[in-house]
């Protein structure tokens, strides 16, 4: 007599922790492979679910993408906010905000490429939730330069806007054959080195050393004290001498 099958036991998740799941295993997949190259049944593999549970929460492949940039927004927003509020001085917040940046770049080739070439291009993208989450991201560099203006570091035309895309477009150019799998980069170097230039073009000039007081023997002050001067040496003895 032949034994029993065994029941299989399935482990139902809740929905909230089965999504979670599978965005992760998903980042983890597209940071590897990249879109183009990722595959559905490797994420439901490594998930460890079958493909068809992954289209009960996601619509597609580019939905799970685009599910999966969104929250990688969210958490680079929450991680600039909670860093900054301890970062003094308008170049310090400057420049971690510039090299939180291409860290991020540095860290995710994979889904930065996603994002200049599959999102940021598409027609819908200025009403997406991608535009809302990048309009937050680089508002940061809008607020820092606004209160180094207003505390008086910054000059009081600094263009804003201008001063905001030159940083960001400046990473983006840098950095793009790292972006395409071409060479290297080196976040601090850059963060350094960009800050410093922009800085260079906005900061408030220091104020003007005070000029050396002149020694002119045509003032009649300076006459009177060099008269009296020299009175006071006739008079003063010499260390240990009498009186």
């Keep these: 007599m032949s034994a029993p099958a065994t029941k299989r036991i399935v482990v139902r998740l809740p929905r909230e922790r089965r ?14 492979r990249g879109y183009e190259a990722a595959a559905m049944s490797d994420i439901a593999e490594r998930a460890g679910v079958v493909e068809g549970t992954i289209y009960k929460y996601f619509e597609s492949k580019r939905d799970l993408m685009f599910q999966v940039m969104a929250r990688w927004y969210e ?21 971690f905000v510039i090299w939180r940046h291409v860290r991020s770049i540095e860290d995710n080739p994979a889904l930065c490429r996603v994002f200049f070439r599959e999102i940021r291009t598409g027609a819908d993208y200025d009403a997406s939730v991608f535009h809302e989450h990048n309009r937050r991201y680089t508002h ?4 820092i330069l606004r209160e180094g203006m207003a505390n008086g570091e910054l000059r009081p035309d600094t263009p804003v806007a201008l001063v905001r895309d030159m940083i960001f477009g400046g990473v983006e150019h840098h950095t793009w054959n790292y972006v395409c799998g071409r060479g290297r ?14 800085l260079a073009g906005i900061a408030m000039p220091a104020p003007p050393m005070p000029a050396p007081l002149r020694r002119d023997a045509a003032d009649p002050l300076v006459e009177k004290l060099d008269a009296l001067v020299r009175r006071l040496e006739r008079v003063t003895p010499p260390e240990g001498g009498d009186p």
């Design 19 to 32: 999504v979670n799941d599978i965005l992760e295993v998903a980042h983890a997949v597209f940071t590897e």
């Design 140 to 143: 940061f560099v809008v607020r």
């Design 185 to 198: 980069i080196d976040a601090n170097d850059l963060a350094d080195r960009l800050t410093d230039m922009v």
């Design 75 to 95: 958490g680079m927003v929450a991680d600039y906010a909670d860093q900054l509020s301890g970062i003094q001085g308008t170049r310090n917040r400057l420049r």
